[in-house]
């Protein structure tokens, strides 16, 4: 008998579906990466003449708006990107079709995450790409080993949250409105399109208490000036990686593989849930 | 061994009880079909068959595995067509086939494939612009991409055209011979005594009887009586007038009369007589062999007018 594919062959073919299949779903396409580009050319245009103060020191507005809406892409890829793909897959039936196969459960959702990060990863380039040529961003050698590290704790962690919410939402109608009902107000807080610093206290609070700014600061620091090397902002990680657990947790309890209606939850999805985890 | 041995399955969804205790088997290389209307229970029966969902009691051994504690190896020895599942309509027909049939440990070729379940000419359509009848061929086609040994059928013609039903037929029979063992649920009588060697007939949770399709043909009376309601006779009195001249209950379906009759010979005499004397014409009158459906309707009457036994003697043994 056959042996079954090997899992790195696997996880590699899921991936590559997932990234076509993103390829071919345009709205995804310019949600994900082409909107957050627009956003950038336009707040540049509109404010990018001017200086930001923080408490540590003056930084561009141009300089602040590709770090900050770089890290703002890596969130719509794996956040937005899988609260929308994941229960549009589980209404179609899909994941249940999925869950009938000898493809390990984790494995499909593996597909989706690195495909997520993948794309990402692009995304966040092309966003710095373009910083770099045209708004005076600065890229330094000696702070790239925390900016990646600043990401991929950003990504896991957004990702994570990104199943959890795929996990709590019924429909996937509901699941791509709840996702941007909540990740277009936590942007404004978080000095992703405006700074806040400033801002009335309760927004300060908000904006703290939320994983977004904490990851947008941690990355746009990575490319800010005064800030010297290696630019790793441990606590802003940590607490953007508890956030993280935390929805790694509510997506392992919550997960089903059914389109809702079909069969009642509970029991099931806490098999679901063990399922998906081994 | 059994390639199915269900015992005293029972499946709850709080207080609606969806299977209430059945028992049946499927021999290796035997097409069994579960027959029942709506709601009968049979997609969650085949569910739980399949790994999806959890039995509330009762045992359930498949290929000689708990589906309840699946593994990849089960999941590789058989194939499934649920009665409703997506598929991803961005992709071609023939990355779908190559995708799925990739978790398997001996995938079937895509052009056996696409050939056995006549999808030549759309191998490179994409999904979202194929008919309803096509994409019910692409579940077929990922239901035996990884050559199973067992297949799971949940309705799967239900919505088709007659001629695609017939192709889907010829598959499954082809397969059928081809030694796959196959559970087919289906509320097409035609289908099950076309396809099945076996029949169960679940009703509202219970299976109410079992055997060959010609079995249960037989163990009903053995004829039919037919004919449209003459008319001088009020539809609510149809029942009484001709119950009685037939000496059994009938069955009114809008104009049409029927009944099951073991000894149609008088039966027919005495309502031919009492036309006659009335000098009304029985339109259609019919007397033929009972179908397949004529058995289900007489069984599922028995079981609606809350008779919680079987219907039938046969499958109290069927039950144990």
Redesign the interface.
């Known amino acids: 008998?056959?042996?079954?594919?090997s899992t790195v062959r696997?996880l590699a073919?899921q991936t590559r579906?997932q990234i076509?299949?993103f390829w071919?779903?345009p709205v995804a396409m310019f949600f994900t990466l082409g909107l957050p580009l627009i956003m950038l050319v336009l707040f540049n245009a509109l404010f990018g003449s001017g200086t930001f103060s923080t408490s540590e020191g003056e930084i561009s507005a141009q300089q602040f708006y590709t770090g900050g809406l770089a890290a703002f892409t890596a969130v719509s890829a794996t956040f937005t990107n899988l609260a929308n793909m994941v229960p549009l897959?589980r209404?179609?039936?899909?994941l249940?079709?999925w869950?009938?196969?000898?493809?390990?459960t984790w494995i499909y959702l593996g597909g989706f995450i690195v495909s997520a990060v993948i794309i990402a990863f692009v995304g966040v380039v092309l966003m710095l790409t373009l910083g770099a040529v045209v708004y005076d961003l600065e890229i330094e050698a000696a702070k790239m080993p925390a900016a990646i590290m600043t990401f991929l704790v950003g990504v896991g962690s957004f990702a994570a949250l990104g199943m959890a919410l795929a996990a709590v939402v019924k429909s996937a109608s509901s699941a791509s409105a709840a996702a941007n009902a909540i990740i277009l107000p936590m942007a404004f807080v978080s000095n992703i399109f405006i700074q806040v610093d400033d801002a009335p206290e309760w927004i300060v609070a908000l904006g703290n208490f939320f994983p977004l700014k904490h990851f947008a600061e941690a990355f746009q620091n990575c490319f800010t000036p005064f800030v010297e090397p290696p630019a790793f902002e441990w606590a802003s990680m940590g607490y953007v990686a508890l956030w993280g657990v935390l929805g790694l947790v509510v997506a392992l309890r919550r997960f089903t593989w059914?389109p809702s209606g079909s069969?009642?939850r509970g029991?099931?999805s806490r098999?679901a849930a063990v399922d998906a985890t081994t | 061994m059994h390639a199915i041995d269900v015992r005293d399955l029972r499946k709850h969804y709080g207080d609606v009880v969806a299977v209430d205790g059945v028992s049946f088997h499927v021999a290796a290389g035997e097409v069994y079909a579960l027959l029942g209307e709506n709601g009968a229970g049979k997609s969650t029966a085949v569910e739980i068959l399949e790994g999806h969902r959890v039995a509330t009691s009762g045992s359930v051994s498949v290929l000689g595995v708990d589906p309840a504690r699946a593994d990849r190896d089960f999941r590789d020895r058989i194939g499934i067509v649920l009665q409703s599942s997506g598929v991803e309509t961005e992709f071609t027909v023939r990355e779908v086939i190559e995708l799925y049939g990739g978790s398997y440990r001996s995938p079937r070729p895509l052009d056996e494939v696409v050939t056995l379940v006549g999808l030549e000419e759309k191998v490179d359509a994409r999904i979202g612009s194929l008919s309803g009848g096509q994409r019910r061929r692409v579940d077929l086609a990922l239901g035996i991409v990884g050559r199973p040994e067992l297949l799971f059928l949940d309705e799967p013609t239900t919505g088709f055209d007659p001629s695609a039903r017939r192709r889907s037929w010829d598959l499954i029979e082809a397969l059928g011979q081809d030694g796959t063992t196959v559970l087919l649920t289906t509320h097409y009588l035609d289908e099950a005594e076309h396809l099945a060697d076996r029949v169960g007939v679940l009703s509202a949770g219970h299976l109410i009887a079992e055997g060959t399709p010609e079995q249960l043909i037989n163990e009903v009376s053995g004829t039919v009586v037919s004919f449209m309601l003459p008319d001088g006779v009020q539809a609510g009195d149809a029942a009484a007038t001709f119950g009685h001249l037939l000496g059994v209950d009938i069955r009114v379906s809008g104009r049409l009369i029927e009944a099951s009759i073991d000894q149609p010979t008088a039966a027919v005499h005495r309502i031919t007589g009492w036309a006659v004397d009335a000098g009304v014409e029985l339109e259609s009158l019919s007397v033929s062999r009972v179908s397949l459906e004529d058995v289900y309707l007489s069984l599922t009457d028995h079981a609606h007018d809350g008779v919680d036994e079987p219907a039938l003697g046969h499958a109290d043994e069927v039950d144990r």
């Open positions: 008998m056959n042996a079954f594919p696997l073919m579906y076509v299949t071919r779903i897959r209404d179609e039936g899909v249940k079709r869950r009938g196969t000898p493809l390990p059914e069969a009642p029991r099931r098999r």
